[in-house]
C-alpha cells in the first residue's frame, strides 16, 4: 500500500493565516492576468501592424534622404549620402538591401513629343532592377539603342491628369501612358542637345520618380555631365519591416528623412509596445511578489508546524516525500488560479477583436500558443519555487 | 546486521570517561537477535546514546557503524530509510503528537512501513490496557498511557534492533512486565535485537550482555 499523506494533513497546521493565503491567491491571478494580457496585445499589434508599405518577397523598400537644415541647406557633401553611409546601413542586421537613387549630372528635358506637346527640365535617375516594383523584360538599353525604355511613378501621371486640362493639354490613361513616346533632350556643358526617344513601359506606385535604366543613365552622366562625381541624395532600403523599431530608431538617429506614411504606424507601434512591454513587466512583478507571499505563507506554516514535521522526520518519514507531498497540496489551487486568468485573457481578446476591431482578418479570437506557454511556465514556476523552498526548510529540519 | 561503536564518546563528556564506562570510548559490536542491557545512572548518556545510535544527534568522536556503515556518512534520506526499515525506538520523552489521537498516532507508525495491519492496532492496545483511549487525544491521556502508546508505535514497524530508552519510567512494574512481553514477543518474531538503557538493572528483561555506562 503506498505511503498516504492523508493522515499527515492535519499536522500541518495552517492557522489563522487563512487571509494571507487567499491575497497571495488573488495577487498571483491578477498578475498572470497582467502578465498574459500584455503577452497577447503586444502580439495583436505586432500583427495588426505588421505590413503597411508595398512589400515585394515579404519586404518593405523605402526611400530616404538626409534632413535638409538650416545649418546643412547648400552643403552638398552633407545632404547627400556617401559611400560610408551606404556601406553603414548596409551593414545594420535589419536591412536587406540599399540601392542608391542616382540623378543626371547634366541638364536634362522631358518632352510629350506630338501628342502632348509640352516641355519642361525635369530629372531622371536610375535604381537596381530588384528594388523596382514593376520591371518589364523591355526595361534595358545598351549603346546604340534608339529607344530609352522609362519607368514613372503613377503618382506622376496622376498629377499631369490634374494639371493637363488647364494647359489644355490632354488627359491619359494608365494603358496609354504605358505606350506613350516622349522624348528626352539632354544638354552638354556647352549647351549642344542631344535627343532620345523615351518610351514608359511601365508605372511605379514604389517609386517617386522617373526612372531609366542604369546602363542608360551612367552612359549619358560620362557623356553630358559636368562632373564625373556620382551622388545620391535618395538611398532606397529594403527591409524586413519598415515599422521595426530598431530601423525607426537608427533612422531618428542618423536624422535620416523617411516616407512618413511608411513609418507612422511604425511609431505607433513603438509606443503601443511600450505601453505593453511597461504593462507586461508590471504583471511579471506582481506574479513575483504574490509568489513571495506565498512563500511567505509557507514559512510560516512550516514554522508553526515546526514540531510535528520534526517529529515525522523521527520517525523515518523522508524529507524528500514530505516536502513533494506538502508542495503538491497547492498544484490544483495553483492550477485553477492559472486557469481563470487564462480564461480572462481569452474573454479579453474575444472582447477586443469583436468589439474594438471589428472582427478584422489579421487578428483572431483565440490567444497566441506563447499565452498559454507563459500559462504552463508559470505554473511549473510557482511550484517548483514552492517545491525548493519546502524541501530546503526540512531538509533543514531533518 | 550489526551496531559497532568505535571509541564512542560525546563531545561534550570528559575523556576520563573513557576508563569508567564499559561503553563510552570502547571497541563493541552488537548482533541482531541479541538483549543487551545497559545500566546507566542518571547523566551517564543514555539518551545520547540512544540519540546517536538513532542518528538524532551526532555529537561524538569516534564511529558508529550499523552494518559496517558509518552512521556519520549518512544522509538524511538515508536515516529516514534507517528508522523506517531497520531500527526502532521507545524514547524516554515519549514524542507524541498531542493533538492527533492515539490511533493516529499508531496509524502515522504503521503505515510508514506496515509490518502488522491496522486490526494489529487495536489488539495491542487491548493487551496493554488502552483500548479504549484509542480515539481519544494523545495529550489527554497520562504519562503511563502514552508511555504505552509509545511502545506500541515501536512495535508497528520491521527492524533488525529496538532501542529502548527508560521505557517504563511511567509504567508500574504489572503494566511493564506486560510491555515487556509484547516486545520481546514483536523481536523475536522478527529476530531483532534489544537494546535496553535504564536507570537500574530489570529482572524480567532476559538480558544476555550487560554493560555499564
Known amino acids: 500500500m503506498a505511503l498516504s499523506f492523508q493522515p499527515i494533513k492535519p499536522l500541518l497546521q495552517t492557522g489563522t493565516n487563512a487571509a494571507s493565503r487567499w491575497f497571495s491567491y488573488i495577487g498571483l491571478g491578477i498578475g498572470v492576468l497582467l502578465l498574459l494580457c500584455s503577452i497577447q496585445m503586444y502580439i495583436n499589434i505586432q500583427q495588426l501592424l505588421g505590413g503597411d508599405s508595398p512589400r515585394k518577397d515579404g519586404h518593405d523598400f523605402i526611400s530616404i534622404s538626409k534632413t535638409i537644415t538650416d545649418e546643412t541647406m547648400g552643403q552638398l557633401e552633407k545632404n547627400l549620402f556617401t559611400e560610408a553611409d551606404i556601406k553603414d546601413l548596409e551593414g545594420k542586421p535589419f536591412v536587406s538591401g540599399v540601392s542608391p537613387l542616382l540623378a543626371n549630372n547634366f541638364r536634362f528635358q522631358l518632352s510629350g513629343g506630338s501628342l502632348v506637346p509640352f516641355v519642361t527640365d525635369f530629372f531622371v535617375e536610375s535604381l537596381d532592377d530588384t528594388f523596382i516594383d514593376t520591371v518589364p523584360p523591355t526595361f534595358h538599353w545598351q549603346e546604340g539603342d534608339e529607344v530609352v525604355p522609362i519607368i514613372i511613378a503613377s503618382d506622376f501621371l496622376e498629377i499631369y491628369n490634374v494639371f493637363a486640362p488647364s494647359y489644355g493639354l490632354p488627359q491619359i490613361s494608365e494603358s496609354t501612358a504605358t505606350n506613350l513616346g516622349l522624348q528626352l533632350i539632354c544638354y552638354y556643358p556647352d549647351g549642344n542637345r542631344a535627343t532620345f526617344r523615351g518610351r514608359v513601359v511601365a508605372l511605379s506606385d514604389r517609386i517617386n520618380s522617373i526612372i531609366v535604366p542604369k546602363t542608360f543613365l551612367n552612359w549619358a552622366n560620362q557623356r553630358f555631365a559636368t562632373t564625373k562625381e556620382l551622388r545620391a541624395s535618395r538611398l532606397y532600403v529594403k527591409t524586413k519591416d519598415a515599422n521595426s523599431p530598431d530601423f525607426l530608431n537608427y533612422l531618428t538617429e542618423k536624422h535620416y528623412k523617411v516616407n512618413k506614411d511608411k513609418t507612422k504606424f511604425g511609431r505607433v507601434k513603438q509606443v503601443l509596445q511600450g505601453i505593453f512591454s511597461g504593462l507586461g513587466i508590471f504583471g511579471l512583478l506582481v506574479v513575483i511578489l504574490a509568489l513571495m507571499l506565498f512563500s511567505f505563507y509557507l514559512q510560516l506554516m512550516i514554522a508553526r508546524s515546526k514540531d510535528n514535521l520534526q517529529l515525522l522526520l523521527m520517525l523515518g518519514y523522508s524529507p524528500n516525500w514530505l516536502s513533494t507531498n506538502v508542495a503538491r497540496r497547492f498544484i490544483p489551487v495553483y492550477i485553477l488560479v492559472v486557469l481563470f486568468a487564462v480564461a480572462a485573457t481569452q474573454l479579453m481578446q474575444w472582447a477586443f477583436h469583436h468589439f474594438a476591431m471589428y472582427d478584422r482578418e489579421e487578428l483572431t479570437t483565440w490567444l497566441h500558443w506563447s499565452v498559454f506557454a507563459t500559462a504552463g511556465f508559470l505554473i511549473a514556476l510557482s511550484l517548483f519555487t514552492n517545491y525548493r523552498m519546502v524541501k530546503r526548510l526540512l531538509y533543514r529540519m531533518a | ?213
Open chain 2, 1 to 213: 546486521m550489526t551496531i559497532t561503536l568505535q571509541e564512542v564518546l560525546p563531545t561534550y563528556f570528559e575523556e576520563s570517561r573513557r576508563h569508567q564506562s564499559e561503553i563510552w570510548g570502547k571497541q563493541l559490536t552488537f548482533n541482531k537477535g541479541e538483549y543487551i542491557k545497559i545500566v546507566a545512572p542518571s547523566g551517564s548518556g543514555k539518551s545520547s546514546l540512544t540519540h546517536f545510535l538513532y542518528g538524532l544527534r551526532n555529537e561524538y568522536n569516534g564511529k558508529l557503524l550499523y552494518n559496517g556503515q558509518d552512521l556519520h556518512g549518512y544522509s538524511v534520506e538515508d536515516f529516514a530509510r534507517y528508522r523506517k526499515d531497520h531500527v526502532s525506538i521507545v524514547f524516554q520523552d515519549l514524542r507524541l503528537f498531542p493533538e492527533q489521537s492515539v490511533r493516529d498516532n499508531l496509524e502515522l507508525k504503521r503505515q510508514l512501513n506496515p509490518y502488522h495491519g491496522p486490526e494489529k492496532i487495536t489488539e495491542m492496545a487491548e493487551r496493554l490496557g488502552i483500548g479504549s483511549k484509542l480515539s481519544v487525544k494523545s495529550r489527554i491521556c497520562s504519562y503511563g498511557e502514552q508511555q504505552r502508546v509509545a511502545i506500541i508505535r515501536a512495535l508497528l514497524q520491521p527492524f533488525d534492533f529496538l532501542l529502548l530508552d527508560e521505557p517504563f519510567s511511567h509504567l508500574d512494574d504489572n503494566n511493564s512486565k506486560k510491555a515487556m512481553e509484547l516486545m520481546l514477543e514483536e523481536a523475536a518474531a522478527r529476530g531483532a535485537g534489544i537494546l535496553f538503557a535504564d536507570l537500574e538493572r530489570i529482572d524480567f528483561f532476559p538480558w544476555q550482555r550487560l554493560y555499564h555506562l
